[in-house]
């Protein structure tokens, strides 16, 4: 209690009270302008890292989504967590799966960041948003390619309902189950139907149980 009382001390000794709303608004902003100045030095004035906007997500997963690898490497180096989800359950790694940002994907698994996660998962984000390089590194990790979301959505399902050809066929070889069916009742093949992906269908069709 008295470490956590001297923290908020030393903090409005260093910004006024009435600033500091607007220090961690410049915080918040400054990530999505990728303006690595201002929040690095609002940082080494004491500023907490692992700041939040009002959806609940941190400096790490505006950077993370928005893919700027130098700002998300400097929050890291500054001990930002990986492990925090915003309020919509999305942590720094899933949104950087789901925008496609490969090079800040790795760079969170190598941090630690929880790679297969229950419910949605890294994998599923990047298999619907059609990033095949980011499948393709995640499938070269320990987890689990039938995961499903909470709607009983699969990485396969999402590729093959957003027509996703070569990220179907990679996740068929790596023994992705096509016979799972989600909440409604589908299947990847039903959903590659609906959606009028034929070829895809056909491919899901001729392969079996796993």
């Known amino acids: 209690m008295r470490r956590m009382r001297a923290l908020v001390v ?3 000794l260093v910004f006024p009270v009435s600033a500091v709303a607007g220090a961690y608004d410049d915080m918040v902003n400054g990530v999505r302008l990728n303006d690595l100045d201002t929040v690095g030095s609002l940082i080494r004035r004491g ?4 700041t ?3 959806a609940g997500n941190s400096l790490l997963m505006l950077a993370a989504g928005s893919g700027d690898l130098p700002m998300l490497e400097f929050l890291l180096r500054n001990k930002a967590r990986v492990l ?8 720094a790694l899933m949104l950087a799966a789901l925008q496609g940002h490969l090079k800040a ?3 969170l698994v190598a941090a630690g960041a929880e790679i297969d996660p229950d419910g949605w998962t890294p994998l599923i984000y990047a298999a619907f948003g059609g990033h095949t390089e980011i499948v393709r590194f995640l ?9 499903q979301a909470d709607n009983g959505m699969t990485a396969l399902m999402a590729a093959s309902r957003n027509g996703h050809m070569e990220i179907v066929m990679m996740l068929l070889q790596h023994d992705a189950d096509p016979t799972l069916r989600n909440q409604g009742q589908m299947t990847a093949v039903d959903l590659a139907s609906r959606a009028g992906n034929t070829e895809i269908a ?4 001729a392969v079996g149980p796993r």
């Open 10 to 12: 030393a903090t409005w």
């Open 47 to 50: 500023m907490d890292v692992n």
């Open 52 to 54: 939040t906007d009002a």
């Open 84 to 91: 925090i989800k915003n309020k919509f359950g999305d942590s």
């Open 105 to 107: 994907v790795t760079a």
């Open 139 to 147: 499938l070269t990790l320990d987890i689990d390619i039938d995961s």
């Open 202 to 205: 056909r491919e899901l069709s």
